[in-house]
């Protein structure tokens, strides 16, 4: 024990007597190799990255509360983060003053607890979205950024959100769009990604840090003519001089941590915004609002009361 808090030990079931492990303050429900381990090692290298309070910026900001359209004051609620990475949404979510359950499948959960772990509104867990460790229908709010797409069966993991959330509760989720089959065709990480997803993650980060550091001249000229950010992404580098406003440095880093994001990890599943209004429907969402956005295709939903 330290203060409150459990650092080790073990968390069982009463009903299953099911018992997992605590480790460093964090109930592990998964195994620690798992098809997430890259997103723990990328979240390791980049723990800040994306932080507004490391950039100076209210670009995580602006996203979330666009996003999902909640207020800022969410005290007496109880939210669910479903794929945190290290913490660049937890961070705001806590301020709102909500009782937080912040979860993600690899290892990234214990950068989030070592950063924003002080807040006594937040519970970190490392569990599979497809096996959830909670009561169903027990969350006010549930959101999901950046993950379905990362998942085995998108489909499946979307449905698994559904069961989250209360009668009358919130969901907002996001997954990439799926272009055209000519455009999918030529997109270029598609070409590269079946090496390189299997590539070590120590490895590849150090071939995408070189690679971006040696093009990034070129990518500063390259992003002056038109369609210089899809130019620039078909060449692996996510840059995004002119969008957000970050000096070069943070601009470099955020290039390197998305590209490596696109090109490491197991699964990237896109999906056409038919099939998203399809499950929609068939969950019996209400108020729901499916539509193009900041990652893709963006979801806000409420599901039915009873």
């Not at 996003?67 to 969410?74: F, K, Q, S």
């Not at 009668?167 to 055209?180: F, I, K, L, T």
């Not at 065709?185 to 550091?213: C, D, G």
């Not at 990890?265 to 729901?288: F, K, M, N």
Request: charged share 20%; glycine share 8%; with cysteine.
């Amino acid at each position: 024990m330290s203060g409150e808090h459990i650092e080790s030990g073990w968390l069982t079931c009463g009903a299953c007597h099911q018992s997992y492990e605590i480790v460093r303050r964090v109930p592990r429900f998964v195994s620690r190799d798992n098809y997430g381990n890259s997103f723990g090692w990328q979240w390791q290298a980049h723990a800040r990255t994306q932080y507004d309070s490391h950039t100076g910026g209210t670009i995580s900001e602006e996203r979330f509360f666009k996003e999902t359209g909640w207020p800022r004051d969410l005290r007496g609620a109880t939210v669910l983060e479903v794929g945190c990475g290290s913490g660049r949404f937890t961070e705001l979510v806590a301020r709102t003053g909500a009782l937080l359950v912040s979860i993600d499948i690899s290892a990234a959960v214990d950068v989030n607890q070592a950063l924003n772990g002080a807040n006594n509104n937040i519970v970190f867990a490392q569990c599979d979205l497809n096996r959830l460790p909670f009561r169903r229908h027990c969350f006010d709010r549930v959101f999901c950024f950046g993950v379905l797409q990362h998942t085995p069966n998108v489909e499946a993991a979307f449905r698994a959100l559904l069961a989250m959330p209360r009668p009358g509760g919130h969901v907002v989720a996001d997954v990439y769009a799926r272009q055209p089959w000519y455009k999918h065709l030529v997109n270029t990480k598609y070409w590269v990604r079946p090496l390189t997803r299997r590539m070590s993650a120590e490895r590849l980060h150090r071939w995408v840090s070189r690679y971006i550091t040696l093009m990034w001249p070129a990518t500063k000229v390259i992003s002056r003519c038109p369609l210089g950010r899809r130019i620039a992404l078909g060449l692996l580098i996510c840059d995004y001089r002119g969008r957000f406003e970050l000096d070069d440095d943070q601009l470099r880093d955020w290039a390197i941590l998305d590209s490596f994001d696109m090109l490491s990890s197991a699964y990237d599943q896109p999906q056409s915004i038919e099939t998203v209004r399809r499950w929609v429907a068939e969950g019996g969402l209400h108020d729901a609002q499916v539509q193009y956005g900041y990652n893709g295709i963006e979801i806000r939903a409420c599901v039915p009361s009873l």
